[in-house]
């Protein structure tokens, strides 16, 4: 039993059963023992990999539509270009070349920022870009970048914000909680907290006992603070991750550990608990701050924004083995049956400049 699981244990033990946020909230970023704080998760050798690890390609698109985003909003100098939830910093690192080859004066004259949490991945992302560490700045908040245009993507940022969860009794929508069985193990309860119907998903009302829905106060802020930020000094944001396009029904949390799903209460602090991310939800805050909100799977994107012609270009003189990895990349960032379809894309512009 891991250390951390036995703290879990010993706090529900004198407090009482817990709120799943809190427990995410633990798992992932306890100070000493959290997910994101002491381990690399990225990679073949870690527990899961990202976009950018399996292609420059995709960092090479996602650069393109922000450089795009700052020409429509007119070129302005100065203005920040950041990464908020960068993991290894693969996708800055890709996004400065491909930003050097575009137009060496955006680098010349734009400030380049890291948003990061955790002490230990920061190390890593300076790692990975340390030809780049005079052109770079880490933040651990958006609130301290400088106050002027923002072009802001985020990867995989949104599905590792802390959630809620309501579980239906038959009397009404209770809070889903950890507590422990007779035996002490970790255990998932009804609790006695009860949910806003506002934030209740279309069909709640003829959900069956037991159904599940998930509620994220924590990604609302976020999201929030990101869109205020853009309405009040302009630029854009573009936001990748799993989730659905509509609110809806279901319980999407979950753990990964070696590429492979486990049983959330099992392993505290050593697996990636993730949940499914409600973009009907972000959107309408953006929306709030007057800004325009496209949505559109992974796939469509990426085929949008040119990933054949580049993965063409990219094999144009390669060897038949180097192809053959170019178009797997492109299957699996793309393709349907892989991230194309279950990972989704929010573009947030300001109005009347939505491209």
């Known amino acids: 039993m891991s250390t951390l699981k036995q703290r879990i244990i010993g706090l529900i033990g004198a407090a009482g059963p817990i709120p ?3 427990y995410m909230a633990l ?21 899961f990999i990202t976009a950018p690890e399996i292609s420059q390609m995709f960092g090479e698109l996602v650069a393109v539509w922000l450089y795009q ?14 990464e908020i939830g960068p ?16 137009d060496p004066a955006l680098v010349a004259g734009a400030s380049f920022a890291m948003i990061e949490t955790s002490p230990r991945l920061a190390e890593i992302q300076k790692q990975t870009l340390a030809g780049h560490s005079d052109a770079l700045v880490w933040h651990q908040t958006i609130d301290t970048l400088p106050l002027q245009p923002l072009f802001i993507v985020g990867n995989e940022l949104f599905d590792a914000v802390p959630i809620r969860q309501f579980v239906y009794v038959g009397t009404g929508w209770r809070e889903r909680v950890i507590g422990l069985d007779g035996a002490d193990e970790l255990h998932f309860f009804a609790g006695a907290g009860s949910v806003d119907p506002a934030l209740l998903p279309p069909g709640a009302a003829d959900a069956p ?6 509620v994220a106060p924590a990604r609302s802020a976020l999201m929030a603070r990101i869109a205020e930020r853009i309405a009040g000094q302009g630029g854009a944001g573009l936001f990748m991750d799993y989730g659905h396009l509509q609110p809806g029904i279901g319980d999407t949390f979950q753990a990964l550990r070696r590429h ?60 038949a083995e180097t192809r053959q990895a170019i178009s797997d990349a492109v299957e699996r960032l793309a393709g349907p049956e892989a991230m194309g379809d279950l990972f989704k894309v929010m573009k947030v512009l300001p109005a009347a400049k939505a491209a």
Request: with cysteine; charged share 20%; hydrophobic share 40%.
């Open 20 to 22: 799943v946020s809190e």
């Open 27 to 47: 798992c992932l970023f306890d100070p000493d023992e959290g997910y994101y704080t002491t381990r690399e998760p990225f990679g073949a050798a870690g527990d």
């Open 69 to 82: 985003a700052w020409q429509g909003a007119g070129r302005p100098q100065p203005a920040t270009f950041a």
């Open 87 to 102: 993991g290894r910093g693969t996708l800055m690192k890709d996004m400065l070349r491909t930003w050097s080859q575009l």
């Open 209 to 214: 006992q037991g159904a599940v829905v998930e």
């Open 260 to 319: 492979q799903r486990e049983d959330v209460l099992a392993n505290p602090g050593e697996a990636d608990l993730t949940a499914h991310v409600d973009f009907a939800v972000l959107a309408d805050i953006a929306r709030a701050h007057g800004l325009d909100v496209q949505l559109s799977t992974q796939g469509e994107f990426l085929l949008g924004m040119g990933l054949l012609e580049r993965a063409g270009t990219l094999g144009a003189n390669a060897d």
